[in-house]
């Protein structure tokens, strides 16, 4: 339980670079909440491998293992991502924050529990 909650805490880092950079580029920049969205995931999975590999999981696995490793997992969180941002925001019409929201309530689970077991998990 104390790793899960090193693993969230943390993340919010990792979570704030995701929402800076999306509000940023469909505020300022005038890009799709879609675009904005995944633009924003993948700056966050870049903010979040240090801090996993280093601080949450404590991981011996060599960068070289864990590293492809974690993108993976990032990849497949992308398309959920993806899919989930486009079912709220263009089919039930929530306003792009909130789907951000409960997007990223789901994928925090998902990415702890793969990284935990397959990622970083000792060799």
């Known amino acids: ?4 909650l090193r693993f969230a805490a943390l993340g919010l880092t990792g979570t704030a670079a995701h929402y800076l950079t999306l509000v940023g580029l469909v505020e300022w920049g005038r890009l799709d909440p879609i675009i904005g969205s995944v633009a924003g995931f993948c700056v966050g999975a870049l903010v ?8 949450v999981f404590r991981s011996q696995r060599a960068h070289q293992e864990a590293l492809p490793r974690f993108f993976a997992v990032a990849l497949s969180g992308l398309a959920w991502n993806g899919t989930l941002m486009h079912v709220l ?11 951000q929201v409960v997007t990223t309530g789901v994928l925090v689970f998902w990415h702890y529990a793969v990284n935990a077991v397959w990622t970083f998990r000792a060799p």
């Open 89 to 99: 925001v263009n089919l039930a019409e929530w306003p792009y924050l909130a789907a």
């Open 48 to 55: 979040n491998y240090g801090m996993s590999h280093r601080f």
């Open 1 to 4: 339980m104390g790793r899960f």
